[in-house]
């Protein structure tokens, strides 16, 4: 899978958390623009890893703020 | 001459906890008692105290057996200190190890039916101190994603993959074991009773897909050791699956009413921790006389079968209580002896919390980021000696206090 159907892949799972609509770039953070809590955080994670089948441990998430960051991670997990 | 050195202004370092002194200064200024600054000016039996100023009942100790005033217990403490003085002064690997140390470990040993037994100062370090051993760089810890602080720290301090999976949710742990790399050490922590909901989690289903999957497994029964099942030896044994849990985690500080922490273990090589776990080896060791009441109180919790039964009935009483005045709850039936009521926010869980207080009923007040969903709760713990009619004089106190505030 290249890096844009990750991304494309990602988009259709954020979409439910969401909630106001932002426009996703690859600056966007998790924490201050999309304001997910650490319970929306855990269920988003949850179905990346089913859709990927790939784990992403709490150490990686802790490097992760920004969607280009997650895109990027994901992308170098289902390779490995 | 003047000094010409500029002062240089430093980066407040506590500056990034204002949100939560404001937090707090609202809550204040909106005249509610301050939760987390009770005193207990009087202690008069496990399930009563003074408590700023008022004659109150005890529902949120964890003192499920009530063991903090058994005169065996008290008489124990009393004679170790009279005879070994009031500390150890040193690490258990030094100085630290008295009569009284072994003697706890052997009645752990005892208690549970295992090979080993090692006692840590609280049961934060004990979780701390095994966890962050077992699993270093490289392994994977696989954890239930409500676990206690201390066994986020023990992940933290090991430096090991985390791997949190979704609470008691047996598909979600499955899933991520099968996907951990092939020869990786795995870790699956679990809880017995989840103290926040006071739920219990499905060891049996879990300990044998952690087996399957090739983990090693450590549950903490902080919350059921003395009165969840046969023996009092926790959900484990509750559920069969105690021979197959590799570590069991526990403490002190609740049902057997003193402090401390510990692990059992029945692996062979059990005792080597006992020279790489810091957390053992670098802190001073418990008092003399907090060894002697723990002893005796573990090995009285062995024959507390009355004790558990009226446990169990003061839990169900309160349960179905609190359910029939309109209090949502956290779990459908009652599973243990921690009952938590949901509040809708927590202004109003502080006003209940506060009005309780003032109907001479002392609860936990629990919030984010202890509680999991960002909850407010007033968590209740049960003793087993709360009388039945105590019961129902904390059931009157919530109807008040519930009516007063709106909730009910």
């Given at each position: 899978m290249t890096p844009a159907d990750v991304d494309a892949k990602i988009r259709t799972l954020v979409e439910p958390f969401n909630k106001k609509g932002i426009t996703i770039e690859d600056s966007t953070t998790f924490a201050s623009d999309l304001e997910f809590d650490s319970l929306t955080v855990m269920d988003f994670v949850a179905e990346i890893e089913d859709e990927f089948d790939v784990i992403i441990s709490m150490n990686q998430q802790a490097e992760i703020e920004n969607w280009g960051q997650l895109v990027a991670a994901v992308h170098k997990l289902q390779d490995s | 001459m003047t000094d010409t050195i500029a002062p240089v202004q430093p980066v407040d370092l506590l500056a990034k906890f204002d949100p939560i002194i404001q937090t707090r200064e609202q809550l204040l200024a909106a005249g509610v008692e301050d939760p987390f600054n009770l005193v207990m000016e009087q202690v008069l039996s496990p399930t009563r105290a003074i408590c700023n100023g008022r004659d109150t009942i005890l529902l949120g100790t964890y003192n499920y057996m009530g063991m903090t005033f058994d005169d065996d217990v008290i008489a124990a403490g009393k004679q170790a200190m009279e005879d070994?003085?009031?500390?150890?002064?040193?690490?258990r690997v030094l100085n630290g190890t008295f009569r009284d140390h072994r003697d706890v470990e052997a009645a752990l040993r005892e208690f549970y039916g295992m090979d080993h037994a090692m006692v840590f100062s609280t049961g934060y370090q004990a979780n701390l101190g095994i966890i962050s051993t077992l699993a270093g760089k490289g392994d994977y810890i696989i954890l239930d994603i409500d676990s206690h602080a201390s066994i986020y720290d023990g992940c933290a301090m090991g430096k090991a993959e985390v791997v949190p999976f979704k609470h008691n949710d047996i598909e979600a742990l499955e899933k991520r074991l099968k996907r951990i790399p092939e020869g990786a050490g795995k870790l699956v922590v679990l809880e017995g009773v989840y103290s926040m909901m006071g739920d219990v989690a499905p060891l049996k289903e879990m300990v044998r897909i952690a087996k399957e999957n090739g983990a090693m497994v450590l549950v903490d029964e902080a919350h059921s050791m003395g009165f969840i099942g046969e023996h009092g030896r926790g959900v484990a044994e509750e559920q069969g699956v105690l021979d197959q849990v590799d570590f069991i985690i526990g403490t002190f500080s609740k049902s057997v009413g003193t402090v401390g922490g510990f692990c059992v273990s029945n692996h062979p090589k059990f005792e080597v921790m006992r020279l790489v776990c810091r957390p053992y080896v670098f802190t001073a060791a418990l008092p003399p006389s907090v060894m002697a009441s723990s002893a005796t109180s573990i090995r009285k919790l062995m024959h507390g079968g009355n004790k558990r039964a009226h446990l169990w009935e003061n839990s169900r009483t309160l349960h179905k209580g609190l359910r029939d005045l309109g209090f949502k709850l956290g779990t459908e039936t009652p599973q243990s002896a921690i009952i938590a009521v949901i509040m809708p926010d927590l202004e109003r869980g502080a006003m209940m919390w506060e009005a309780l207080l003032k109907e001479g009923l002392y609860v936990n007040l629990a919030r984010p980021p202890a509680t999991p969903a960002g909850m407010t709760l007033l968590r209740c713990s049960l003793c087993a000696e709360h009388s039945a009619e105590q019961v129902q004089t904390i059931l009157g106190m919530f109807e008040r206090a519930g009516k007063a505030i709106g909730i009910i």
């Amino acid at each position: 899978m290249t890096p844009a159907d990750v991304d494309a892949k990602i988009r259709t799972l954020v979409e439910p958390f969401n909630k106001k609509g932002i426009t996703i770039e690859d600056s966007t953070t998790f924490a201050s623009d999309l304001e997910f809590d650490s319970l929306t955080v855990m269920d988003f994670v949850a179905e990346i890893e089913d859709e990927f089948d790939v784990i992403i441990s709490m150490n990686q998430q802790a490097e992760i703020e920004n969607w280009g960051q997650l895109v990027a991670a994901v992308h170098k997990l289902q390779d490995s | 001459m003047t000094d010409t050195i500029a002062p240089v202004q430093p980066v407040d370092l506590l500056a990034k906890f204002d949100p939560i002194i404001q937090t707090r200064e609202q809550l204040l200024a909106a005249g509610v008692e301050d939760p987390f600054n009770l005193v207990m000016e009087q202690v008069l039996s496990p399930t009563r105290a003074i408590c700023n100023g008022r004659d109150t009942i005890l529902l949120g100790t964890y003192n499920y057996m009530g063991m903090t005033f058994d005169d065996d217990v008290i008489a124990a403490g009393k004679q170790a200190m009279e005879d070994f003085g009031a500390g150890t002064t040193g690490s258990r690997v030094l100085n630290g190890t008295f009569r009284d140390h072994r003697d706890v470990e052997a009645a752990l040993r005892e208690f549970y039916g295992m090979d080993h037994a090692m006692v840590f100062s609280t049961g934060y370090q004990a979780n701390l101190g095994i966890i962050s051993t077992l699993a270093g760089k490289g392994d994977y810890i696989i954890l239930d994603i409500d676990s206690h602080a201390s066994i986020y720290d023990g992940c933290a301090m090991g430096k090991a993959e985390v791997v949190p999976f979704k609470h008691n949710d047996i598909e979600a742990l499955e899933k991520r074991l099968k996907r951990i790399p092939e020869g990786a050490g795995k870790l699956v922590v679990l809880e017995g009773v989840y103290s926040m909901m006071g739920d219990v989690a499905p060891l049996k289903e879990m300990v044998r897909i952690a087996k399957e999957n090739g983990a090693m497994v450590l549950v903490d029964e902080a919350h059921s050791m003395g009165f969840i099942g046969e023996h009092g030896r926790g959900v484990a044994e509750e559920q069969g699956v105690l021979d197959q849990v590799d570590f069991i985690i526990g403490t002190f500080s609740k049902s057997v009413g003193t402090v401390g922490g510990f692990c059992v273990s029945n692996h062979p090589k059990f005792e080597v921790m006992r020279l790489v776990c810091r957390p053992y080896v670098f802190t001073a060791a418990l008092p003399p006389s907090v060894m002697a009441s723990s002893a005796t109180s573990i090995r009285k919790l062995m024959h507390g079968g009355n004790k558990r039964a009226h446990l169990w009935e003061n839990s169900r009483t309160l349960h179905k209580g609190l359910r029939d005045l309109g209090f949502k709850l956290g779990t459908e039936t009652p599973q243990s002896a921690i009952i938590a009521v949901i509040m809708p926010d927590l202004e109003r869980g502080a006003m209940m919390w506060e009005a309780l207080l003032k109907e001479g009923l002392y609860v936990n007040l629990a919030r984010p980021p202890a509680t999991p969903a960002g909850m407010t709760l007033l968590r209740c713990s049960l003793c087993a000696e709360h009388s039945a009619e105590q019961v129902q004089t904390i059931l009157g106190m919530f109807e008040r206090a519930g009516k007063a505030i709106g909730i009910i």
